[in-house]
């Protein structure tokens, strides 16, 4: 008979020499062999089951994020676009983005707003990066110290940048004296604006005294930009390991496969950004004042003046925000006086006239101080004075008819009319309420249908309908 295979078990003591085996430790020798097989096959089954659990690769989750910012096109540079520009660069640095691109293409605009917003740039929590984009967009006026403000400038290759002159309110050149202070000012800042990121600073003098204007090639040509890149992510690409130049904000970019986030002008930026127009701003202010004057001589319509009381806070708005002239609004408010006034008095169209020079002078110069893209158009000024001028004449015209016409309460108008009994001795008829007595001398039943007969002064004398 065979004999079965014994499991040779091995005790161990504890405690020294002569020392008593502990119960139940019981340890099994186990054959080498067989420990590395199944060693081997546990490392092959980590080794394709790792890379499928996403383990040791790096996860979508620590890729760089960047915020993109547009800002265009064709935007300008005001106190609603400063708001919307600098809250997005708050943003970024809060949600812990790893930089911020403004996506720019702009003509210019107001030079407070644009300090605010360098001013932001230069004190950003993240690297900046400034790319003029898409084709056909420009970095104009204000947009070239937005520009040069960054830490990194790139252009789309068919875009420019330049013509930074300044000029006065009225869109022309400054004066001699003014003009020297102005221009080396500007010259100056735009200067420390370049040098401070090791950029041309020869070029930026030429952009504010002669309105030097470069294409994206000559501008990298000349170092007066960093790059030009035809899309935003091989602009990233091309970063990647890339060194900010301003000893203040040393960054080292990592930005290539970045995640993009885009950010751009919502519908109540747009809105605020298109009623900060002159020409609309001068708009609602006049109905804003026709609704509730309307509201005023008519009450009780509503409509009016609601619509009114809304466009005149729309318009009151568009003045805390662009640079008003209190003359300017003066003038305004005294020619709308004065067509009220002709409406009330007999002075031959003469009110009318000088309220009508005093609107359109006024109009043109309520916002003489500020810059050239914010003026109030000649052409609507004209438009509109016109238009008030005829209205105003058809009006006026009514009325004075109205006024010779003779009056209308006669007895020819009211005999042989038909009327109605409203109570004992009253009749309505065309309207009014009269006094009225039966021609008979019967009794007035309310309801009851007469016909006036004759007037005696302000007594009807009616009969009865057959």
Not at 42 to 65: D, E, K, M, N, Q
Not at 158 to 174: A, C, E, F, Q, V
Not at 237 to 266: E, F, M, S, V, W
Not at 302 to 318: K, Y
């Amino acid at each position: 008979m065979a004999r079965r295979p014994v499991l040779r078990v091995a005790t161990t003591t504890f405690g020294g020499k002569g020392a008593q085996p502990l119960p139940d430790r019981i340890f099994t020798t186990v054959n080498a062999r067989i420990t590395r097989a199944l060693l081997a096959a546990l490392a092959v089954a980590a080794a394709l089951l790792l890379p499928a659990a996403g383990v040791g690769a790096p996860s979508s989750s620590s890729a760089p994020r960047v915020l993109s910012i547009r800002f265009g096109p064709d935007l300008e540079v005001n106190p609603v676009t400063q708001d919307y520009l600098t809250g997005q660069l708050t943003r970024a640095a809060r949600d812990g983005y790893d930089a911020a691109v403004i996506l720019l293409d702009t003509p210019g605009g107001l030079s407070s707003s644009m300090k605010t917003i360098y001013t932001a740039e230069l004190n950003a929590k993240l690297p900046v990066i400034v790319y003029v984009s898409p084709d056909g967009a420009r970095a104009a006026s204000a947009g070239v110290w937005i520009s040069q403000a960054a830490d990194v400038l790139a252009m789309a290759p068919t875009t420019n940048i330049g013509s930074s002159t300044p000029i006065d309110s009225s869109g022309t050149n400054l004066g001699s004296d003014l003009r020297r202070k102005v221009i080396n000012d500007a010259a100056a800042s735009l200067t420390a604006l370049a040098a401070t990121h090791k950029r041309n600073t020869t070029w930026p003098a030429k952009a504010v005294r002669v309105a030097s204007n470069l294409t994206a090639a000559q501008a990298l040509r000349m170092h007066v930009i960093d790059f030009v890149s035809p899309s935003l992510p091989a602009l990233l690409k091309t970063l990647d390991g890339y060194r900010t130049k301003d000893p203040q904000r040393p960054y080292t970019l990592h930005l290539a496969g970045a995640r993009i986030d885009t950010a751009k002008p919502g519908f109540f930026t747009r809105l605020l950004n298109a009623v900060i127009d002159p020409n609309i701003i001068s708009l609602l202010f006049l109905a804003g004042i026709a609704g509730i004057g309307f509201e005023i001589f008519h009450p009780g319509v509503v409509l009016p003046g609601a619509l009114g009381a809304v466009a005149l806070l729309t318009a009151l708005f568009g003045f805390s925000v662009l640079p008003i002239s209190w003359s300017g609004l003066a003038l305004i408010l005294l020619g709308v006086g004065l067509l009220v006034i002709d409406a009330h008095v007999v002075s031959h169209g003469a009110l009318t006239v000088s309220g009508l020079i005093a609107l359109a002078i006024g109009m043109l110069m309520l916002f003489h101080n500020a810059p050239a893209p914010y003026h109030t158009s000649i052409a609507l000024v004209l438009s509109i004075t016109i238009a008030l001028g005829l209205l105003w004449a058809f009006a006026l015209t009514k009325a004075v008819q109205v006024r010779r016409s003779p009056p209308l309460v006669q007895p020819a108008r009211v005999v042989g009319a038909e009327a109605v009994v409203r109570s004992p001795g009253q009749v309505f008829v065309e309207g009014e309420l009269w006094r009225a007595r039966r021609a008979d001398g019967g009794e007035l039943r309310p309801g009851d249908r007469v016909r006036v007969a004759a007037m005696n002064g302000l007594e009807l004398t009616v009969t009865a309908e057959e």
